[in-house]
């Protein structure tokens, strides 16, 4: 490797959103007495999301994960709206669109580690893939709106069907840390478990071969945050003086998008690598509202 594409690939702002997850991580997974006793806290801060997929039933966690309160929210006996909850998704995302899930998921710097692991050659997409990243809404609608809320059991509670049937951010930071330290759960596995082991395996494989699956096809929260990508405070811009449309930033991006077309596609979690290798300074994470950025655009063009 040269030394122009080593110093791109070691930038600063690639480095930092490394330190960034594993910091947003440790601090909200530090609570030592869960992994100590195998325990998990249920004190007056776990009422608070968190902004990404981070189980509720981690021994470490301090917060609640936004897709399990929605979920049990809508499973619950009263038909009640869940304000908070749904007031947490908007606001966030509304924010910061789907950059938190490229800075502040847990799981996604789970699969971002993975994705170093060998070999270099990597899938850049699959077949179809088009109609597989809309499975993610699927996802969304069927098993964290409607099951819950429609299939009630006898006692009139429904279920967290995607915390039940498939997270697995749940199965690696809650199930299996939990397993290890309670004798008594170990004895009383079942099918589900082995179930949600197996796609657990599957999606670390895949996060091997492939950028971030997982947040590809699957992943609800990434859904809901990804429809505020166009409108969020924090979007990415492209100058249209600037840029040539050689395709650098598409090759450079993991989940290949075309951003100099697209450059707030809701695909994007706003990793910035784009950013770090355009050769025409023509990308930017633009953190301002719309007023402002029209007029910093314009007057940037100006400039070019």
Not at 120 to 143: A, H, S
Not at 160 to 182: D, Q, R, V, Y
Request: glycine fraction near 10%; proline fraction near 6%; include cysteine.
């Amino acid at each position: 490797m040269d030394k122009k594409k080593s110093k791109k690939k070691n930038h600063p702002f690639l480095r930092a959103r490394i330190y960034f997850q594993a910091c947003w991580t440790l601090l909200t997974n530090s609570y030592a007495s869960g992994y100590i006793n195998g325990t998990i806290y249920q004190g007056g801060v776990k009422n608070i999301c968190v902004p990404g997929l981070n189980c509720y039933s981690c021994p470490g966690a301090w917060g609640a994960c936004p897709m399990g309160s929605l979920q049990n929210a809508l499973a619950g006996r009263t038909r009640g709206f869940p304000f908070y909850v749904l007031g947490t998704l908007i606001t966030i995302g509304a924010l910061f669109g789907r950059i938190v899930c490229g800075w502040l998921c847990p799981f996604g710097m789970v699969q971002d580690l993975l994705f170093k692991i060998p070999p270099k050659k990597k899938i850049r997409r699959l077949p179809g893939e088009k109609y597989l990243r809309k499975t993610r809404y699927v996802v969304l609608v069927v098993m964290c709106i409607l099951l819950p809320m429609l299939v009630k059991g006898s006692y009139g509670v429904g279920l967290p069907w995607f915390c039940k049937w498939i997270c697995p951010s749940g199965t690696l930071l809650g199930g299996i840390p939990l397993l290890a330290l309670n004798e008594e759960l170990r004895s009383v596995i079942g099918w589900l478990f082995t179930w949600k082991l197996f796609l657990l395996v599957v999606i670390i494989t895949g996060s091997i071969l492939m950028f971030r699956p997982f947040c590809r096809y699957l992943c609800p929260l990434g859904a809901i945050y990804g429809l505020m990508n166009p409108v969020s405070l924090v979007r990415m811009r492209v100058s249209k003086s600037r840029c040539v449309g050689c395709g650098a930033c598409q090759k450079a991006c993991g989940l290949d998008i075309p951003v100099y077309k697209e450059p707030n596609s809701t695909d994007c979690i706003r990793c910035g690598k784009c950013v770090t290798v355009c050769p025409h300074n023509a990308l930017k994470l633009d953190v301002s509202l719309k007023g402002k950025r029209k007029r910093r655009a314009r007057q940037e063009d100006a400039d070019a």
